[in-house]
């Protein structure tokens, strides 16, 4: 993937963040069966800690723990 305005790739982080949030939108249509996947405190919340557990931060920039 590459960003729309410089055509750089587009880093890890900013991929996985950009993938669970539609997973969750998903699982919200699919599994939950909700009417409507609104963009709560609690949407982010649970985006968060998804990408805590895939993507642990680290001490370092650019390392990969």
């Known amino acids: 993937m590459r960003t729309a305005k410089h055509k750089r790739v587009v880093a890890y982080k900013s991929f996985l963040r ?5 997973i969750c939108h998903h699982l919200d249509y699919e599994l ?6 609104f963009h709560t405190e609690g949407f982010y919340s649970r985006e968060s800690s998804l990408l ?3 993507a642990p931060a680290t001490d370092e920039p650019g390392k990969v723990a």
């Open 18 to 22: 950009t993938l669970l949030h539609e």
């Open 32 to 37: 939950y069966k909700f009417p409507e996947t």
């Open 52 to 54: 805590h557990q895939l």
